[in-house]
């Protein structure tokens, strides 16, 4: 059994060697326990402090490509290593490594293909009271759209097993941490989380840069990853509230029209027709997304198909 444990780092020479300096290189249940970093696109000496400190493996970007697709690169380079459990961390050194054994310990088990750390949120002191509501606000969306359980979906302390990795394929590029797990429960896969520690904050977090931009960002994030998992429900729903409010209207307009009324309320016909016909057009694209969700699902099947075999004749060579 090899267990790869991924680093996502980008400008994090000031951080990292504390962070490599954590990692365990034994873990029970597993032969061997390897080291990898995925530089993205760092202008600093990122790599040079991860050579030093011993990283078995470099994924490298030449320009910054964001998290979430550092991550993606990260598990494309684990499978084709011939990782059997992958486990991403940060280069920050926000989490306590002394919990890897409790991620992987579900999948050893055959408890779960996916185990997520669950951080005290409530109790860290360097989150904000505004960061900690957003967190939670984001992981309770989370749970509504993917139907699971999982209390922290921001959380970057993650394992996994090597079908999950082949499974995963990351849209968005801001983060990948809400839409894996919308993606493991639209596939039902078998996702838990586990409690974990953090350490003391080395430095700010790159993703919130900005209370605003944060959550312009985790709305879009969200809302997007809705859609595409969820096209019927978000058009046939938004469909049916817009029919229906046209409805009203249109019922409203008719009432005062037999009361003799109707007179002056011509505006509410008008913006009635208009409502119907959005509200109808909404709920025919609800059918038309479906069809198309049906054809990401086959595509999806396909990739899926095509990494093993890659990743297969790789672990051969």
Same mark, same amino acid.
Request: charged share 20%.
């Given at each position: 059994?090899?267990?790869?444990?991924?680093?996502?780092?980008?400008?994090?020479?000031?951080? @990292?060697?504390?962070? @490599?300096?954590?990692?365990?290189?034994?873990?029970?249940?597993?032969?061997?326990?390897?080291?990898?970093?995925?530089?993205?696109?760092?202008?600093?000496?990122?790599?040079?402090?991860?050579?030093?400190?011993?990283?078995?493996?470099?994924?490298?970007?030449?320009?910054?490509?964001?998290?979430?697709?550092?991550?993606?690169?990260?598990?494309?380079?684990?499978?084709?290593?011939?990782?059997?459990?992958?486990?991403?961390?940060?280069? &920050?050194?926000?989490?306590?490594?002394?919990?890897?054994?409790?991620?992987? %310990?579900?999948?050893?088990?055959?408890?779960?293909?996916?185990?997520?750390?669950?951080?005290?949120?409530?109790?860290?002191?360097?989150?904000?009271?505004?960061?900690?509501?957003?967190? %939670?606000?984001?992981?309770?969306?989370?749970? =509504?759209?993917?139907?699971?359980?999982?209390? &922290?979906?921001?959380?970057?302390?993650?394992?996994?097993?090597?079908?999950?990795?082949?499974?995963?394929?990351?849209?968005?590029?801001?983060?990948?941490? +809400?839409?894996?797990? !919308?993606?493991?429960?639209?596939?039902?896969?078998?996702?838990?989380?586990?409690? =974990?520690?953090?350490?003391?904050?080395?430095?700010?977090?790159?993703?919130? %840069?900005?209370?605003?931009?944060?959550?312009?960002?985790?709305?879009?994030?969200?809302?997007? !990853?809705?859609?595409?998992?969820?096209?019927?429900?978000?058009?046939?729903?938004?469909?049916?509230?817009?029919? @229906?409010?046209?409805?009203? +209207?249109?019922?409203?307009? *008719?009432?005062?029209?037999?009361?003799?009324?109707?007179?002056?309320? =011509?505006?509410? *016909?008008?913006?009635?027709?208009?409502?119907?016909?959005?509200?109808?057009?909404?709920?025919?694209?609800?059918?038309?997304?479906?069809?198309?969700?049906?054809?990401?699902?086959?595509?999806?099947?396909?990739?899926?198909?095509?990494?093993?075999?890659?990743?297969? &004749?790789?672990?051969?060579?």
């Amino acid at each position: 059994m090899r267990l790869i444990i991924q680093v996502p780092c980008f400008n994090e020479e000031a951080t @990292l060697a504390i962070a @490599l300096a954590e990692l365990p290189r034994k873990v029970e249940g597993f032969d061997t326990v390897e080291w990898l970093i995925i530089d993205d696109g760092s202008r600093d000496k990122t790599v040079e402090v991860a050579l030093a400190n011993g990283v078995d493996h470099i994924v490298r970007f030449t320009k910054n490509q964001g998290l979430a697709k550092g991550f993606m690169a990260g598990l494309d380079a684990c499978l084709k290593l011939g990782a059997d459990v992958i486990l991403n961390t940060d280069a &920050d050194n926000q989490y306590s490594t002394k919990n890897i054994p409790d991620l992987v %310990k579900p999948i050893l088990e055959g408890r779960a293909d996916y185990v997520i750390g669950e951080r005290p949120i409530s109790t860290v002191k360097h989150f904000s009271p505004l960061k900690k509501l957003l967190q %939670k606000f984001g992981s309770w969306v989370v749970r =509504v759209a993917s139907g699971t359980s999982i209390p &922290d979906a921001p959380s970057g302390f993650r394992a996994m097993t090597r079908e999950v990795a082949l499974k995963m394929n990351v849209f968005s590029e801001y983060t990948y941490t +809400l839409e894996t797990i !919308i993606q493991a429960g639209q596939k039902n896969l078998s996702i838990i989380s586990v409690p =974990v520690e953090v350490n003391e904050e080395l430095r700010p977090s790159r993703l919130m %840069k900005s209370i605003s931009s944060y959550i312009k960002k985790s709305i879009g994030t969200i809302v997007r !990853i809705f859609i595409v998992y969820s096209p019927f429900k978000f058009f046939m729903t938004t469909g049916l509230i817009v029919f @229906l409010l046209g409805a009203a +209207l249109g019922v409203r307009y *008719l009432i005062l029209l037999m009361l003799s009324e109707a007179s002056g309320n =011509v505006q509410s *016909l008008i913006l009635a027709a208009i409502l119907l016909i959005i509200g109808f057009q909404l709920i025919m694209l609800a059918f038309v997304a479906d069809l198309l969700s049906v054809n990401r699902k086959l595509l999806e099947d396909i990739q899926y198909r095509t990494r093993a075999i890659e990743a297969k &004749d790789h672990r051969k060579s």
